[in-house]
């Protein structure tokens, strides 16, 4: 009987919680499959009084992931802490100076240091690996670094954050306020500890950096990634975007341009009838454009324990077949820097929403500003303010355009000049346009 594959794992939450769980239920099949039976030997997290509703009898206990890490007993090191440094990095680091292999879904991490701990995998001859890091339970990055290894890949995009999709699916077909829906993804397990990396977009921008990675052959560069997230989004943006026949979707996208590599994240009206705007909920997408294959994309359960579970286990049964990869598909020495491409020179449409001053010549102004600046306008839409009934519209009017494509600097422009002719209330919401 072959040796069984002694793991220990580090946090015991959502995740860890339930790769407990399902290696109890499921450990026989993924044995059968890979070849070697997989055992929990260890287990860390802060609180060993909690009860996280599994077995852990007959498993040695550690306060201190990192003395787990070390310990001889321990052969792979399943990391399911969180955070870009502290702990995680030490215990990581740890397993893999000790030549032990590691599995994380810590994206933090790898967008923080994920180069320099690849050299370090490389170094002792340990395996990492982290299909669960991006889009949770999608085979995201087996597909990137195996599967299309033969393709030069032109562009990698997708909605890679479960949260804030599943919010801004629920805003738009419930009308639930932004604040108890966020409180609904953080009960079911699918926010970071901090939810403010799932709102704010830097948690897309490290998966997309991981993707840029793996897609182009460069180092991770997460400073690389221009980044806004979807707390600006009013729901009156919604309501116009269902008007105008689009979804509002936080995207990650990374492509090759004339300029460089562009890497953003940011909120995106996509048609309606797009496949991209039927991907709802905590479902993630991720559109890969390579040559030869063409364009496919993969669909499913972008956070929660148990589809993030299923993707630790993959790696888990790659680690007990023996299976030794670059962890970013080719040697982290031959990581190519990032060529970035300046926001500044991004193509598109664009949603923008005023908020404008009812005044005589107000509106020809914000038309004109847009013209000097040969920017076309594919429609304008003007709604009345709120009012009491039978009353006179007073105060400022929402007053949306779109756009055809223009560039970033010269929308930014206009915007400024408009602001400074004194005719809106408030800073302009601005919503980049794919079409
Ligand atoms: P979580 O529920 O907050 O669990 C974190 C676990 O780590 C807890 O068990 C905690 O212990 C333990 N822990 C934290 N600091 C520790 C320390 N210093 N020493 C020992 N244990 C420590 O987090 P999660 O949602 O499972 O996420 C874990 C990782 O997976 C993160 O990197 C996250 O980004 C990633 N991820 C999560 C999802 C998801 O859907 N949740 C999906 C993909 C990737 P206590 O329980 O005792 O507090
Ligand atoms: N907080 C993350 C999300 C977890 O909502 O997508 C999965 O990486």
Do not use: W
């Given at each position: 009987m072959t040796?069984?594959?002694?793991?220990?794992?580090?946090?015991?939450?959502?995740?860890?919680?339930?790769?407990?769980?399902?290696?109890?239920?499921?450990g026989n099949a993924l044995a059968h499959r890979c070849g070697r039976p997989v055992r929990v030997v260890a287990v860390s997290a802060r609180d060993k009084s909690r009860d996280r509703g599994i077995d852990l009898s007959g498993i040695e206990w550690f306060d201190d992931p990192v003395a787990m890490a070390k310990s001889a007993n321990v052969e792979c090191v399943v990391e399911l802490m969180g955070g870009a440094d502290g702990k995680a990095k030490d215990t990581v680091e740890?397993?893999?100076?000790?030549?032990?292999?590691?599995?994380t879904a810590n994206k933090a991490l790898l967008a923080k240091h994920g180069n320099a701990l690849a050299a370090?995998?490389?170094?002792?001859?340990?395996?990492?690996?982290?299909?669960?890091?991006?889009?949770?339970?999608?085979?995201?990055?087996?597909?990137?670094?195996?599967?299309?290894?033969?393709?030069?890949?032109?562009?990698?995009?997708?909605?890679?954050?479960?949260?804030?999709?599943?919010?801004?699916?629920?805003?738009?077909?419930?009308?639930?306020?932004f604040e108890a829906v966020l409180a609904d993804a953080q009960r079911l397990g699918y926010a970071e500890a901090d939810p403010t990396f799932d709102v704010g977009g830097f948690d897309t921008a490290h998966k997309l950096a991981i993707l840029a990675s793996l897609a182009f052959g460069t180092a991770i560069d997460a400073d690389a990634v221009y980044v806004e997230g979807i707390a600006s989004i009013a729901p009156l943006d919604l309501r116009m975007a269902d008007e105008l026949g689009y979804r509002i979707k936080l995207l990650g996208v990374a492509e090759r341009t004339a300029t460089g590599i562009e890497q953003r994240v940011h909120p995106t009206m996509v048609p309606k009838t797009s496949a991209i705007a039927q991907v709802m909920g905590v479902t993630n997408a991720v559109s890969i454009l390579a040559e030869p294959?063409?364009?496919?994309?993969?669909?499913?359960?972008?956070?929660?324990?148990?589809?993030?579970?299923?993707?630790?286990?993959?790696?888990?049964?790659?680690?007990?077949?023996?299976?030794?990869?670059?962890?970013?598909?080719?040697?982290?020495?031959?990581?190519?820097?990032?060529?970035?491409?300046?926001?500044?020179?991004?193509e598109g449409g664009y949603y923008i929403r005023l908020s404008v001053l009812d005044r005589p010549g107000a509106a020809?102004?914000?038309?004109?500003?847009?013209?000097?600046?040969?920017?076309?306008?594919?429609?304008?839409?003007?709604?009345?303010?709120?009012?009491?009934?039978?009353?006179?519209?007073?105060?400022?009017?929402?007053?949306?355009?779109?756009?055809?494509?223009?560039?970033?600097?010269?929308?930014?422009?206009?915007?400024?000049?408009?602001?400074?002719?004194?005719?809106?209330?408030?800073?302009?919401q601005l919503i980049r346009i794919e079409r």
């Open positions: 040796e069984p594959l002694r793991i220990g794992v580090a946090g015991l939450g959502t995740v860890g919680a339930s790769l407990v769980r399902l290696l109890a239920q499921n740890a397993a893999l100076a000790a030549g032990k292999s590691v599995v370090l995998a490389e170094t002792t001859g340990a395996q990492l690996n982290f299909e669960a890091a991006v889009a949770g339970g999608i085979p995201a990055i087996k597909t990137m670094r195996e599967s299309l290894a033969g393709n030069r890949v032109e562009r990698v995009a997708g909605i890679l954050n479960g949260t804030c999709n599943y919010i801004l699916s629920r805003m738009e077909l419930e009308g639930l306020p294959v063409g364009e496919l994309t993969l669909v499913g359960p972008g956070a929660g324990g148990n589809a993030t579970a299923s993707s630790v286990l993959s790696d888990i049964g790659d680690i007990a077949r023996g299976t030794r990869l670059p962890a970013y598909g080719v040697a982290a020495r031959d990581l190519e820097a990032t060529e970035q491409a300046p926001m500044q020179r991004h020809a102004s914000i038309a004109t500003r847009m013209a000097e600046r040969q920017i076309s306008l594919e429609s304008i839409v003007q709604r009345k303010p709120p009012q009491a009934t039978g009353q006179k519209a007073s105060g400022p009017v929402p007053v949306v355009l779109i756009t055809y494509a223009t560039t970033e600097a010269a929308i930014r422009d206009a915007l400024d000049a408009v602001m400074a002719d004194g005719h809106i209330a408030e800073p302009p």
